[in-house]
Structure formats: structure tokens, C-alpha cells
């Protein structure tokens, strides 16, 4: 198996497979993890930017609100559908 084959396996880009649950579940949690982390990353970088520079970052602030606004529209809009 070449360089190709193994990274269209890996990423269940195979046009001859049907990716299964598992590879989405696993791609749901992994995202959800990169969000997670993401977010608490800006909100200690404005929390130091706040402490030690004693300035407020409205760009990080806006970064954390729309995130915040996605997730909980995201919420209702699942709450509401399913």
C-alpha cells in the first residue's frame, strides 16, 4: 500500500467503504475535544492579557462570544429538531 492509499484509508476517503459510526463518532468527539480546548486557550490568554497587561483584548472577547453564541444556537437548534 502507497503513501496514497494509506492516508485515503486513514481518513475513510475510499470510495470502495462506507465510513462507519465509529470513524464518525471518533471525528464528533475530536472535535468537539479541539473546540474545548480552543476555547479555554483565548479565555486564559485574555484572562492573562487582563492580569498582566491590564488591558481588556476585545478581539478575544468577540472570538469567545461568537463561540459561545454557536454553541448554545447549535443547542436549542438540536434540542428544537430531534
Known amino acids: 500500500m502507497g503513501a496514497g492509499g494509506f492516508f485515503a484509508n486513514f481518513f475513510g476517503l475510499r470510495r470502495d467503504a462506507t465510513p462507519d459510526e465509529r470513524f464518525i463518532m471518533h471525528r464528533f468527539?475530536?472535535?468537539r475535544l479541539a473546540e474545548h480546548v480552543?476555547?479555554?486557550m483565548i479565555f486564559v490568554?485574555?484572562?492573562y492579557h487582563a492580569v498582566?497587561?491590564?488591558t481588556i483584548r476585545w478581539?478575544?472577547?468577540s472570538v469567545?462570544?461568537?463561540m459561545a453564541v454557536v454553541k448554545v444556537c447549535a443547542l436549542?437548534?438540536?434540542r428544537?429538531?430531534?
Open 80 to 82: 428544537k429538531t430531534n
Open 59 to 61: 478581539d478575544l472577547l
Open 64 to 66: 469567545i462570544a461568537a
Open 76 to 78: 436549542l437548534y438540536y
Open 45 to 47: 490568554l485574555f484572562t
Open 38 to 40: 480552543g476555547t479555554n
Open 52 to 54: 498582566v497587561s491590564k
Open 29 to 31: 468527539k475530536s472535535t
